[in-house]
């Protein structure tokens, strides 16, 4: 079993940065493929970006691309999604996720709790 965790979210205005943290409580992280979803409220949950287990690889969503960054250090288990020039519509639950494949569509086997963003106008 994977326990993930996710911190870092908050409130932020249109154009500020954040940066989530998921912390994964396994000694085989970094056999993990890693990705972070949002869901909004009345919206379906949907993926934002994904990193291979090595961090070589990285995908992203169109919307979040050259504004969100995915990176991870196996050596502490965990995986990061900084996120700058943020907009209204960021705003959502936050989550992160395991599996075996960055590839998007690919599902995942363990979930966080979510974190919050919320941006402001």
Request: aromatic content about 14%; overall charge neutral.
């Amino acid at each position: 079993q994977v326990q993930l965790v996710e911190s870092g979210g908050g409130l932020v205005q249109a154009g500020g940065s954040l940066r989530l943290s998921c912390a994964a409580s396994t000694r085989t992280f970094a056999n993990f493929a890693m990705g972070w979803f949002r869901q909004a409220p009345g919206k379906e949950r949907e993926f934002v970006a994904s990193i291979r287990w090595s961090g070589d690889m990285s995908y992203y969503a169109d919307s979040v691309k050259g504004r969100f960054t995915i990176s991870r250090d196996n050596a502490k288990n965990t995986v990061y999604l900084q996120m700058y020039n943020l907009k209204p519509e960021d705003t959502a639950v936050y989550y992160c996720a395991a599996g075996p494949s960055a590839v998007p569509g690919e599902e995942y086997d363990y979930w966080g709790q979510g974190t919050q963003v919320t941006v402001s106008s």
